[in-house]
Structures are given as structure tokens and as C-alpha cells.
């Protein structure tokens, strides 16, 4: 997506939705076209209010299709004020270079005080009823509800069953902004390992600024955001509770691990593993393990342990998969910034597995090789027989 993508359109929206709500109030049509008229082309529609929601295809047309397209229904906010509300829809897509997906905003007469898009899980290519969910909550003082989708580049989205409803509140949903932007502040300063490079003096000035116009959490954390990226260990990240819940509750691989032996050399593929849930990141340990110990008497010249395309997520699963590789050594330590460290505890996987610590072992990292992906490839480091490429 091009640097104009979510961002950029969002500041053009702010400027079309004023006018499309304004004429909405006038003629009261129940959808608008949004973004570029003149390459994008809008059909269907349909009550996001009722209980089959409405059906809207926004298509490019031939020429010039680096913008956005999409759709916008003005709703008012009166029922739904200091409550949460989601935008639902199933989104299918043809020949899609961008990126589709929906849009949700509440304003008031100061203009925009809630909003959020599903840019971190956009639809493209070719795809089929992708079921996409956007949440955010209504301020006391807003006063319309903006709902759409949208497509950025060429290609075709249709959405169905784009639907709006009251969703279940969410813990920081009563928490006031200031409190929740104080307790991060506090909690930065105190542990942060790049904290001194942030002046805070200057800072907190910054931040009372931009507190004014904050009325919700997710304003909140975007404000957060802000302040994490001034660390510059380009890592600190935030997890809104919903989001925390999920990662907490679940747990999956990237891909399913592949161990396989050519010219007498295993070669294991690790996927990264999202979330923490105990059972789902056991059950992935095990099987990884499982797979290099059925191996293991065909490797004889040795195994190579492939990261490529390791993202991350959480690295105990991971290790603890390639125990058999790893042995009982320490593989390596957490050090915060006064210097203390704490030493990484591998877990035996459930399975019976072969003593391959002495095996030669070569760590092959590449350029998406990040975060947890980076710890795996760190505790092969001082292992005797292993070496890193990439």
C-alpha cells in the first residue's frame, strides 16, 4: 500500500464527509460515494441498521487509480452515545492491487472524536466473504456515525452484510483518557530502556496539547503510540485490552512447522506463534519437536534452522519446539536497563525426544526475520557447532 493509503485518505475523508454529510441531511440519500468519483465507481445499497445489513460493491475504473473509492452512510449518534458499537461485513475482492476494507467514525461539532479502520487486516487479490470487525466507542457529545467501506488502488470489493451494531463495552471503556495516557507515561519513565532519550519536560507539555482533543481510549493509546515511537528501540508496542485478551486466549503458528531432510541435512522451518494460550502453544512445541525427533536418524550431516520469514510473536513455544536442538543449556537472558538480567527457562516438550546439542546447526535470518524470531536465532548464539547466515 502506498504511503497515501489509510492514513492519506482519512485526512481526505475528513474534508469529503463534511460535505457528503451536509448534502445527506438535505436529500437524506442512504449512501454517498467517497474519495476519488471520477475512478471509482459505487453500487448497491442497503440499511446497515437492519438485521441483513446492506450489500455495496465500489469498483475502479480505467485510468488513474492510485487513490481511494469507497462508501459513506451518516447515522445518528444519539443511540449509541457512551456505548461501543461494531462494523461488521463479509468483504469479497477481484484483482485487487490495494487493499479493501471498512471504515467507522463518530463525530461531533469539534469534528472527529472516534474512529477506526481495518487496515492491519486488509483484503486484496483475489479473495472470498472475508468477514472484517471494527469497533470503536461513542463519546457523550458525538453526534453522527460515519460507516463505509473502502477501497484503496484498482480492483473490485463488494461487502455484504455490512451491518452496525451495539457491541459489548470494553474494560477501558469508562477509564478516562487522561488516566489511562498518565499510567503509560508513568510506567515508560520507569521502565523503559531508552527513557532518557525522551526530554519529559517537553513531552508531558506535548501531551497535555494533544489531550484536549482526546475523548476515548483509542485516541488514548494512539497518543501512547506516539510516545513509544520516541524511544527509538523500534519494538515498544501497546495491546489494547481487547487485543491483549485475544493474544492471551489464543495461540497459532504463521504456518504449519515443516521438518524435512535433503542430502542428509534437516532443515526446520518455524513459523512464528501468536499468543500465549497454554494448551495451543504446548500443543505447537510438541509437534515441532515431535517432527525433528522422527528426523533426527536421517540428518547425520547436521540440520539448519530456517527463520525467514519468523515474524514473531511469542518465543517460549518456539524454543521450546526446538528443545531437542537446543539441550539444557541457558540460551540467553533479559537485561533491563539498571543492568539485572534473568536467564530464559526452556520447558522440555511432551514428547520423547533425541539429545541433539551437539549437532552442527546452521541459523539462516532474513529481512523479516523480527522480534521473537530474532530471540530464537539469539539462543543458537554460543552454542558449540552453531553458526548464523542471513
Not at 29 to 56: C, F, K, N, Q, T
Not at 152 to 168: I, S
Not at 211 to 224: P, R
Request: net charge positive; with cysteine.
Amino acid at each position: 500500500m502506498k504511503a497515501q493509503g489509510w492514513r492519506g485518505w482519512m485526512r481526505s475523508v475528513v474534508v469529503l464527509i463534511g460535505i457528503t454529510a451536509s448534502a445527506a441531511a438535505v436529500a437524506a440519500p442512504p449512501w454517498s460515494s467517497i474519495g476519488d468519483r471520477m475512478h471509482y465507481v459505487l453500487e448497491g445499497g442497503g440499511d446497515a441498521l437492519s438485521e441483513a445489513g446492506a450489500s455495496l460493491t465500489v469498483q475502479s475504473t480505467p485510468g488513474d487509480t492510485s487513490g481511494f473509492g469507497g462508501a459513506a452512510a451518516v447515522i445518528e449518534a444519539a443511540p449509541y452515545r457512551q456505548k461501543r458499537v461494531r462494523l461488521s461485513g463479509m468483504i469479497s475482492t477481484k484483482d485487487v492491487a490495494g487493499s479493501a476494507g471498512l471504515w467507522l467514525r463518530a463525530d461531533a461539532a469539534s469534528g472527529s472524536v472516534s474512529f477506526a479502520n481495518s487496515q492491519r487486516t486488509p483484503v486484496s487479490g483475489n479473495a472470498d466473504a472475508q468477514l472484517r470487525e471494527i469497533e470503536i466507542y461513542v463519546p457523550a457529545h458525538a453526534d453522527k456515525l460515519l460507516v463505509g467501506p473502502l477501497l484503496v488502488g484498482k480492483g473490485r470489493m463488494t461487502v455484504r452484510a455490512l451491518r452496525l451494531v451495539v457491541a459489548p463495552a470494553s474494560p477501558d471503556d469508562e477509564v478516562p483518557p487522561t488516566r489511562i495516557v498518565d499510567e503509560a507515561v508513568r510506567l515508560i519513565r520507569a521502565h523503559a530502556l531508552n527513557a532518557e532519550r525522551i526530554e519529559w519536560h517537553e513531552e508531558q507539555a506535548d501531551i497535555a496539547r494533544q489531550m484536549e482533543q482526546v475523548h476515548t481510549a483509542e485516541a488514548a493509546y494512539a497518543v501512547i503510540g506516539q510516545v513509544l515511537a520516541k524511544l527509538g528501540d523500534r519494538h515498544s508496542g501497546l495491546l489494547p485490552p481487547r487485543d491483549f485478551q485475544r493474544f492471551s486466549s489464543e495461540g497459532k503458528p504463521s504456518f504449519t512447522p515443516v521438518v524435512e531432510v535433503r542430502e542428509r541435512v534437516g532443515i526446520v522451518s518455524v513459523p512464528a506463534f501468536s499468543g500465549t494460550e497454554k494448551t495451543a502453544a504446548a500443543a505447537f512445541a510438541n509437534e515441532l519437536a515431535g517432527l525433528i525427533a522422527a528426523r533426527a536418524g536421517q540428518a547425520s550431516c547436521g540440520w539448519v534452522v530456517d527463520l525467514r520469514g519468523n515474524r514473531g510473536g511469542s518465543m517460549w513455544p518456539m524454543l521450546s519446539g526446538l528443545y531437542p536442538l537446543l539441550g539444557h543449556a541457558t540460551p540467553g537472558y533479559f537485561r533491563d536497563r539498571d543492568g539485572r538480567q534473568n536467564a530464559w527457562k526452556l520447558a522440555s516438550p511432551g514428547v520423547s525426544i533425541p539429545d541433539l546439542s551437539a549437532a552442527p546447526v546452521v541459523v539462516v535470518t532474513g529481512g523479516k526475520t523480527a522480534s521473537s524470531g530474532e530471540a530464537v536465532a539469539i539462543a543458537f548464539r554460543g552454542r558449540p557447532k552453531a553458526r548464523s547466515v542471513g
